[in-house]
């Protein structure tokens, strides 16, 4: 079969258990995909070919000797470089980690893998996933396929430019202020952060503890909620994790959203450019026609979202990195002779400007004399905009904002950092409130670039919100590949 | 409003164990003023009698505690062999030297 990327990665298990194609075929395809693009794209670190064919191989035996296969055999996943495989390099992305063999597998990909999955390489990503264009790598600049000047978004954008691309049926990204939605919306694709605490972090490479989780990046909703089935469990080694049951999320079955209230914060929204605007009242209008009620709801509060971000983000991630010193972790310099010159010298020639701005905010916001007045009053913050969504879900089953508020911009355009945080404002009110989240694409007029709406909903509904995508996915027109790379 | 100096940056840079350029320095002092500048909108919003958000909260069941119990989780070799190691054990330079402690 000549043009098996095309298909998804639910469509490709099925025809592998209906024996039209082997594992061992299908990852050669994505390999050979992979070799042709990457180039151009920038979207994978690197690619575990021998590895990737030795498992296709020993999927297509588990088959023919009639063994039990698991839910994703013979579908190649690709890894975002911030979790662990074991065995190989996870970079993050950074100069310090360049040569970093991971001793164990992350709990996702450990459950992948049992499930049938082929890890089939590590995908680029903003230095330590700090950023949202997938300019901050230290090794190249992920690019869009719908536009290979602009960005894919971040922090995920390699993950995001190599579905949507079709180098890989399926992808990982992590998401601590919109790393996985707002790529997957730059370029056309499905992106779902789950409740935190549904997806384990064991394995990942901590940026900001509280709020980051892992999740698929998909072609469609089917494939986002089968790489859920397999990963959303309760995990022993993070105990942030639910101790309850797994969610039941492949019964898609329900293609409208009779007798549900979605909210819209219209208020919050008042700043949208013409496009975006345009786009999003013609989503809620889609949503409208599946039955749904349309309700406005109160979340005023959002707008001080980026500002509560900044401080506990940083504040987090200072702490993280401290244990990248180039005696436990990172890179060593070369050039020190005492331990503190390791630390001073092995992070200066480790970490990228980015990175170290990070570091040195949170660093502030957490010192003594200004914790009060940054930290605790984000923190504060942050439980008043969990009580807002609270409210809100008290009134609608699902909250409903663009993703972004403006398509993928050109690589280079944001000079000042600053302003690109400022891009951040509908993604991360999610990761505060621990609320899981999706961006679904929206129809484009042809020659325009990709958008999407995100769905919210209460803490712990993951399956709901998958529903609700799914619903909204069925009723929009379905979703394009890039000329480029059909 | 507050006033983010260079000297709260190389404070800063020594409490986290980076170094930056004069170039660097200039950019960074002026890059998080504007940083500061913006988060402190917050003052807007009256806290004073609300409760810091805690993610664990009771709320939501999370993982009980583990038993506290040997587990082979994680294997010494993988480990040692990211870092110079001897006998087991990580190496690094001495820590005192002729001229006392290092640090």
């Given at each position: ?79 975002k470089d911030n ?7 996870t970079t993050c992305a950074s100069?310090f980690l360049?040569?970093y ?24 990503l903003?230095e330590f996933s ?8 230290a ?66 490479i901590?940026f ?116 990248f ?162 | ?103």
């Open positions: 079969m000549k043009d098996l990327h095309t298909l998804s990665a639910s469509k490709l298990h099925r025809l592998f258990l209906r024996g039209d194609l082997s594992a061992f075929e299908i990852t050669n395809h994505f390999l050979a995909r992979i070799e042709a693009h990457n180039d151009a794209l920038g979207s994978f670190l690197k690619v575990h070919a021998d590895k990737a064919r030795k498992k296709a191989c020993a999927i297509d035996e588990r088959k023919a000797r009639g063994l039990p296969l698991g839910k994703m055999a013979a579908i190649p996943v690709g890894i979790t662990h495989i074991r065995g190989t390099i100069k360049a040569d063999r991971a001793p164990f597998s992350a709990t996702v990909v450990r459950l992948m893998e049992e499930a049938g999955a082929i890890p089939i390489g590590k995908t680029n903003d700090m950023g949202s264009s997938g300019e901050n790598s090794y190249a600049k992920s690019r869009n396929p719908w536009d290979l000047e602009r960005t894919p978004g971040g922090s995920s954008g390699g993950s995001a430019a190599a579905v949507a691309a079709r180098l890989v049926p399926i992808a990982t990204g992590s998401d601590t202020g919109g790393s996985i939605r707002q790529p997957a919306a730059f370029c056309g694709i499905v992106g779902f952060k789950p409740t935190y605490g549904r997806v384990s972090r064991y394995g990942l901590a900001g503890s509280s709020m980051d989780q892992i999740g698929p990046l998909a072609t469609c909703v089917e494939d986002a909620a089968l790489m859920m089935e397999i990963i959303g469990r309760s995990c022993p080694h993070d105990p942030t994790t639910f101790d309850l049951p797994p969610e039941t999320y492949l019964d898609l079955q329900k293609k409208d959203l009779e007798g549900k209230v979605v909210g819209v914060p219209w208020s919050f929204l008042h700043n949208l450019d013409p496009q975006s605007k345009q786009s999003f009242d013609s989503s809620v209008a889609t949503l409208k026609d599946l039955g749904a009620t349309i309700q406005e709801v109160d979340l005023d509060l959002l707008r001080y979202s980026i500002a509560v971000y900044y401080i506990l983000a940083t504040a987090e991630a200072s702490t993280n990195l401290s244990r010193d180039g005696i436990r972790y990172g890179k060593r310099s070369t050039k020190a002779d005492s331990v503190e010159d390791i630390y001073q010298m092995s992070r200066n020639e480790g970490f990228g400007s980015e990175v170290k701005k990070r570091i040195l905010l949170g660093t502030f916001v957490l010192s003594s004399g200004h914790q009060d007045e940054f930290y605790r009053k984000a923190q504060k913050m942050r439980f008043l905009m969990q009580e807002a969504f609270a409210e809100a879900f008290s009134a609608c089953d699902y909250v409903v904002m663009p993703t972004s508020p403006v398509n993928a911009f050109p690589l280079g355009s944001f000079q000042d950092p600053f302003h690109m945080y400022l891009q951040d404002m509908f993604t991360i009110p999610a990761n505060l409130a621990c609320l899981p989240g999706i961006s679904v694409p929206v129809p484009v007029a042809e020659g325009e670039l990709p958008l999407g709406l995100q769905i919210l909903g209460p803490q712990m509904r993951d399956a709901a919100v998958m529903q609700a995508a799914y619903a909204f996915e069925c009723a929009s027109s379905r979703i394009q590949i890039p000329r480029a790379f059909l | 409003m507050f006033k983010f100096t260079k000297d709260i940056l190389r404070y800063l840079e020594k409490l986290s164990c980076i170094q930056c350029s004069t170039e660097e320095e200039e950019e960074l002092t002026q890059s998080l003023q504007k940083i500061l500048e913006y988060v402190e909108q917050l003052g807007e919003i009256d806290t004073e009698n609300v409760p810091t958000f805690w993610s664990n909260d009771q709320k939501t069941p999370r993982q009980p505690l583990r038993k506290d119990t040997i587990d082979n989780l994680l294997l010494k070799k993988p480990y040692l062999d990211n870092v110079e190691s001897t006998a087991g054990m990580i190496r690094v330079p001495p820590v005192l030297t002729d001229k006392g402690t290092s640090s």
